[in-house]
């Protein structure tokens, strides 16, 4: 598969996870709003609606579909936009915890990871990994996705941000020793 295919293929993957995350309003002209904002490509304004309307209806998302909207925010650069929204989204946090607002862990000679998910029943953690600038902040976008897995031994596996579906290959990352276990 060249370039171009693979990023047909995984625009189309996402624009599936989308049509979901649209379908989760009862309303279908909200859900058409929705979809309509992925079809014109305003994924932004979208998610902002989306996350707007799940409030306005008091709406309850389990922990897949509010990892999936971090997921979504993070990948069309609102996540810094949206992440407490997203986080205080009314549903139940048991096996899949999204958070924001921890401080950056600094790691002498690499980039700070900034911990974003943690799959409660193996205890692996999904961090974004930013570059500190010059003037101390972090960078905006993540460099790379990295997965803590707690085998004793300090794995990480590293997802280059750069790829086209880099934020959904670290969210299967994460979940995928549970889903293998038979827990998801």
């Not at 060249?2 to 624009?15: F, I, L, M, V, W």
């Not at 993070?74 to 986080?87: C, H, K, N």
């Not at 915890?97 to 401080?103: A, D, K």
């Amino acid at each position: 598969m060249d370039e171009r295919q693979e990023k047909e293929r995984a625009y189309t993957a996402e624009g599936a996870v989308w049509s979901r995350l649209a379908g989760l309003l009862p309303d279908a002209e909200d859900v058409a709003e929705i979809q309509g904002c992925w079809d014109i490509g305003e994924q932004e304004a979208g998610l902002f609606r989306l996350v707007d309307r799940l409030f306005e209806l008091g709406l309850s998302v389990n922990d897949r579909t509010r990892a999936e909207l971090a997921a979504m925010a993070e990948q069309w650069g609102v996540w810094d936009q949206l992440a407490t929204d997203i986080v205080d989204l009314p549903g139940f946090e048991g096996q899949l915890r999204v958070v924001e607002g921890l401080e950056p862990v600094d790691r002498a000679g690499a980039p700070a990871l900034v911990p974003w998910m943690r799959c409660e029943p193996c205890g692996r953690i999904l961090a974004l990994e930013h570059r500190r600038e010059a003037w101390g902040a972090l960078s905006f976008s993540p460099v790379s996705y990295v997965v803590s897995v707690p085998d004793g031994s300090g794995t990480q596996l590293v997802i280059d941000a750069e790829g086209p579906d880099a934020v959904w290959r670290a969210l299967d990352t994460l979940t995928a020793g549970c889903r293998a276990a038979g827990r998801w």
